[in-house]
């Protein structure tokens, strides 16, 4: 064979294995890009189920409480429900119940008149002398949240910071707001988290038979705290929903307060509850 057969033969041969090459690349990826859209379908559509899961049953929740009589005899013993799992087409649901008035309402600190000061520095100190928690101060941090809170103050303290910032200047939407307030790191938050709450309004009505010890004493400061008008008892008004949805090896969370009285969610989220 002549040298130019040759050289036409060889690129001929190159150009159909750059075809095969390509045309198996181009397959391959096309059936990379179908299995990730059916995963993502396949994902999307079970998000989608989890959700309507969690939504269902938070509207359960509302109904039972809605219609219980008497919210101070609940069918528990504590603050918090045992956990309560619903298998459902292979789906496993688990939802608890905590009753909110367990804890110290963090809103209650930015009550207009006589906020509970002394009553919340008490809860941060007895919290804190379990642990390693030196150099706090509870009347301090109590009236850092409480000027947080309050819109007619700025603390230039947080226009100190890196990057600046302003105060909260309303009412606290999470408990775990606590930790932009200054003074309060980490491990004072850890402390606090299970004894604290985010509730509408600046009542700090405290469930005095369930609460912990630390809570039950904070509260013995503050006249507000566990009584009504009439010197009765205050039945819980609110109660978070912890949700959790397993399936398909993936957890989906759903987190909701919940207005008992009024059948009613103030607040929602697709995520695990605080502590």
């Known amino acids: 064979m002549r040298p130019g057969h040759q050289s036409q033969a060889g690129a001929a041969l190159i150009t159909a294995l750059l075809v095969v090459a390509i045309a198996t690349v181009t397959a391959a990826t096309m059936a990379l890009r179908d299995q990730q859209q059916i995963h993502r379908a396949t994902l999307l559509q079970e998000q989608d189920r989890a959700r309507q899961l969690n939504r269902g049953a938070e509207a359960v929740a509302i109904h039972l409480l809605e219609e219980q009589r008497?919210?101070?005899?609940?069918?528990?013993?504590?603050?918090?429900?045992?956990?309560?799992?619903?298998?459902?087409?292979?789906?496993?649901?688990?939802?608890?119940?905590?009753?909110?008035?367990?804890?110290?309402?963090?809103?209650?600190?930015g009550r207009a008149g006589e906020p509970p000061l002394q009553a919340f520095a008490a809860l941060v100190d007895d919290a804190l002398r379990e642990t390693d928690g030196r150099g706090v101060n509870g009347r301090r941090i109590a009236m850092a949240v409480h000027d947080w809170m309050n819109p007619e103050t700025d603390d230039p303290v947080y226009r100190g910071l890196e990057p600046p910032r302003l105060s909260g200047n309303r009412p606290m939407r999470l408990a775990s707001e606590l930790l932009q307030v200054d003074g309060v790191n980490a491990e004072t938050w850890q402390a606090l988290a299970p004894l604290v709450t985010a509730l509408?309004?600046?009542?700090?009505?405290?469930?005095?038979?369930?609460?912990?010890?630390?809570?039950?004493?904070?509260?013995?400061?503050?006249?507000?705290?566990?009584?009504?008008?009439?010197?009765?008892?205050?039945?819980?008004r609110y109660f978070r929903l912890q949700l959790v949805v397993r399936t398909g090896g993936r957890e989906y969370f759903h987190c909701a307060v919940i207005d008992a009285p009024n059948g009613r969610t103030v607040l929602r989220e697709l995520t695990p509850c605080e502590p």
């Open 200 to 236: 509408p309004g600046t009542d700090n009505h405290i469930d005095r038979e369930h609460a912990p010890d630390a809570v039950r004493r904070a509260a013995e400061t503050d006249p507000l705290a566990d009584t009504t008008a009439a010197g009765e008892p205050h039945a819980p």
């Open 70 to 109: 008497d919210l101070t005899e609940l069918p528990w013993e504590g603050c918090q429900s045992p956990p309560i799992p619903i298998e459902i087409e292979g789906t496993t649901v688990t939802g608890r119940l905590d009753n909110l008035h367990c804890r110290f309402n963090l809103n209650s600190l």
